[in-house]
């Protein structure tokens, strides 16, 4: 237990250990479901080619993109920082922050190319192959989904002992749905 002074001449205890519940998890699988139900609408509309999906259904796959090519942390990503914020370097948790980081940066970029590959211009001449479309739209939702599952064991791993038993069986319950469509 770390002992700091505090103003007034009074001493802190801070333990820089607090346990984590369940509901501290909620911005993350949020961010989670939000990416699920999208990678499940990638899905249909891959497996709706070499058709052309309807223009509004392009324009809301185009916006829910959009939310992930913004390169800014999503709010579960700054959570995942938060919980696990350490001011020594542990190198197990800077692997496996960073690799998140790293994977939510590959969402983002991919997600652009797809919204310039579903671009009605881009749909309408046929810029990319519907094959090539299919493989961008499978790539996206299958590495999406184990990414999921990969952050999920993260939380487990940096959680450890600090995740209550609801937080833990809520973690456990949704990996073992990350592999299922919704």
């Given at each position: 237990?770390?002992?700091?002074?505090?103003?007034?001449?009074?001493?802190?205890?801070?333990?820089?250990?607090?346990?984590?519940?369940?509901?501290?998890?909620?911005?993350?699988?949020?961010?989670?479901?939000?990416?699920?139900?999208?990678?499940?609408?990638?899905?249909k509309?891959?497996?709706?080619?070499?058709?052309?999906?309807?223009?509004?259904?392009?324009?809301?796959?185009?916006?829910?993109?959009?939310?992930?090519?913004?390169?800014?942390?999503?709010?579960?990503?700054?959570?995942?920082?938060?919980?696990?914020?350490?001011?020594?370097?542990?190198?197990?948790?800077?692997?496996?922050?960073?690799?998140?980081?790293?994977?939510?940066?590959?969402?983002?970029?991919?997600?652009?190319?797809?919204?310039?590959a579903?671009?009605?211009?881009?749909?309408?001449?046929?810029?990319?192959?519907?094959?090539?479309l299919?493989?961008?739209?499978?790539?996206?939702?299958?590495v999406?989904?184990?990414?999921?599952?990969?952050?999920?064991?993260?939380?487990?791993?940096?959680?450890?002992?600090?995740?209550?038993?609801?937080?833990?069986?809520?973690?456990?319950?949704?990996?073992?749905?990350?592999?299922?469509?919704?």
């Amino acid at each position: 237990m770390n002992i700091e002074k505090a103003p007034d001449n009074l001493v802190a205890f801070r333990s820089g250990w607090h346990m984590i519940g369940e509901l501290e998890l909620v911005p993350i699988m949020t961010d989670h479901a939000h990416l699920a139900a999208l990678c499940d609408r990638l899905e249909k509309l891959a497996d709706g080619l070499p058709g052309l999906p309807r223009p509004a259904l392009v324009d809301d796959v185009c916006a829910d993109l959009g939310t992930l090519s913004s390169h800014l942390p999503r709010g579960g990503r700054r959570l995942v920082e938060q919980l696990f914020a350490r001011p020594t370097a542990e190198p197990l948790r800077t692997i496996l922050l960073e690799r998140i980081g790293r994977q939510h940066l590959v969402e983002a970029i991919a997600a652009e190319d797809i919204a310039a590959a579903l671009r009605p211009l881009n749909c309408a001449t046929r810029a990319f192959s519907a094959e090539a479309l299919g493989y961008m739209l499978r790539s996206f939702f299958e590495v999406a989904r184990a990414d999921m599952a990969f952050e999920t064991l993260a939380l487990l791993t940096l959680g450890g002992n600090r995740l209550t038993n609801e937080a833990n069986a809520f973690l456990v319950g949704r990996l073992s749905g990350c592999g299922s469509r919704s």
